[in-house]
């Protein structure tokens, strides 16, 4: 088992910056790749960013590029995401996840095996 603890979430106005921190434990050395996703109320959860574990490769959707950045710290099991020139829009619960398995996909929910609390994002216009 493998459990994930995010913080970092708060309150910014449009154009501002946070940082989101996942602090894994527990059998990590079994994780292949570390994942963001978010979901706002009424919607879908939806992919943000994913960082392959061993290497660092990273992929992002499409709306974040640019602007997020997920990093990770193998030394202290903890991935990161840096949330930069916030818009409105990004207002939502974000969580974190792990997968133990490659998939080709890494914006899939299914393909995670653990999940964090969630840490709310509002940023105000």
């Known amino acids: 088992q493998v459990q994930l603890v995010e913080s970092g979430g708060g309150l910014v106005q449009a154009g501002g910056s946070l940082r989101l921190s996942c602090a894994a434990s527990?059998?990590?050395?079994?994780?292949?790749?570390m994942g963001w996703f978010r979901q706002a109320p009424g919607k879908e959860r939806e992919f943000v960013a994913a960082?392959?574990?061993?290497?660092?490769?990273?992929s992002y959707a499409e709306s974040v590029k640019g602007r997020f950045t997920i990093l990770r710290d193998n030394t202290a099991n903890t991935a990161y995401l840096q949330m930069n020139s916030l818009k409105p829009d990004d207002t939502a619960v974000y969580y974190c996840?792990?997968?133990?398995?490659?998939?080709?996909?890494?914006?899939?929910?299914?393909?995670?095996?653990?999940w964090g609390q969630g840490t709310q994002v509002t940023v105000s216009s």
């Open positions: 996840a792990a997968g133990s398995q490659w998939f080709y996909s890494a914006s899939y929910p299914t393909n995670y095996d653990y």
């Open positions: 527990g059998r990590t050395f079994s994780i292949y790749r």
């Open positions: 960082i392959t574990w061993s290497t660092g490769s990273t």
